[in-house]
């Protein structure tokens, strides 16, 4: 049994009881974590605000071992992002950002540059809303990346030769690259040296300065073989930007 204080972000809030909702957290130092906000419904609620979707708040959380609720003691607001999702776009993208990270992170474990990563896009993304497609793309990259699904595309998966700038590559039914010279005849397309270089660079820059290095058009080939990679590893499919079962799976 423990009460803990972190930084965390409200991903979805819902009813219990009369009084009660239950709210799913992103927080900083304890991964998601599911807790019950008791008379969160009341007029006078000491939660106030700070239980809609899209909010950063500093948390006191009391956790038994033995539940998979917690007990959201008290919070504070921090900063709100509930503005921004006024605008059904940043709703529609950060919806399915808040159902891939649930998909992908465990609860309770802790991984706080998942944390950062998800904050820091929800910066930019209230910033600039015009590129909530590349903050998408990039929020996408970092997920994978930081549950050990990113594959290298930095060189060959065969002869490790690393690609050179305008270099064609083959994509492997792995999601690795090949060079010309170790493909195969069952590739599963081709990738230029733009494609892995926006890859490349999301993984070495922050947010802001990615919405500003790579347009929209010149992203359309990574985003598809990334939601690929995702449906691979989560075994789902998509349809209109929403994870759904795939036939025959469950
Ligand atoms: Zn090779």
Known sequence: MSLFETE?????????????????????????????????????SQFGGSLEPFTIVKASIYQKETSELASIRHLELIRSYFGS???PEFL??????????????????PNERLYRMTKVCLESASENAGSLEIVGLYFEIW????????????????????????????????????????????????????????????QRMGPAKFIRTVENAASKNVSVILRRMIAHVLGREFANGKIVKAKGYS
């Open 8 to 44: 965390a972000l409200i991903l979805r809030s819902y009813n219990l009881s009369e009084a009660d909702k239950i709210v799913l957290l992103l927080t900083e130092e304890h991964g998601l974590v599911r807790g019950v906000a008791k008379g969160a419904k009341r007029l006078k």
């Open 85 to 87: 999702a006024s605008n």
């Open 92 to 109: 529609h993208q950060f919806s399915y950002l808040v159902e891939m990270l649930i998909e992908f992170a465990p609860p309770n474990d």
């Open 143 to 202: 997920l994978l990346k930081l549950c050990g699904f990113l594959p290298d595309w930095s060189h060959c998966e065969v002869c490790r030769t690393e690609f050179s700038r305008d270099e064609r590559s083959t994509l492997q039914m792995n999601f690795n690259l090949r060079c010309d010279k170790c493909k195969q005849s069952r590739a599963d397309g081709t990738l230029t040296g733009q494609d892995r270089e926006i890859m490349l660079s999301a």
